[in-house]
Nanobody, 121 residues
Framework: QVQLVESGGGLVQPGGSLRLSCTAS????????MGWYRQAPGKQRELVAA???????NYGDSVKGRFTISGDKAKGTVYLQMNNLQPEDTAVYYC???????????????WGQGTQVTVSS
């Protein structure tokens, strides 16, 4: 079984920074891609940043220039450095993985439990 576990959320003032971490564990054969999504109350879940299978990165328009995704797929880790946080960044942040497990089954629907980020003065 594959698990994704996020950490690093919390309360921060506007203009502050946070770094989120996600680690994949379990019966993993290959990690193809990992990324971060967020969901604010009353809104749909949206892409924040993703590291794709070909090594490229994609960012949501609202976070470009402020957030940076990094990590090591071989180690099952992905990070999200968030700078100049604003109240509109308040949301639950989820890690997502596109993973082939030890039985050879591939799914892009592996999700962590989420970590709350609150930006408020």
């Amino acid at each position: 079984q594959v698990q994704l576990v996020e950490s690093g959320g919390g309360l921060v003032q506007p203009g502050g920074s946070l770094r989120l971490s996600c680690t994949a564990s379990g019966s993993i054969f290959t990690i193809h891609a990992m990324g971060w999504y967020r969901q604010a109350p009353g809104k749909q879940r949206e892409l924040v940043a993703a590291s794709t299978s070909d090594g490229s990165t994609n960012y949501g328009d609202s976070v470009k220039g402020r957030f940076t995704i990094s990590g090591d797929k071989a180690k099952g880790t992905v990070y999200l450095q968030m700078n100049n946080l604003q109240p509109e960044d308040t949301a639950v942040y989820y890690c997502r993985g596109d993973i082939t497990d030890g039985l050879g089954r591939t799914s892009n629907n592996y999700w962590g439990q989420g970590t709350q980020v609150t930006v408020s003065s």
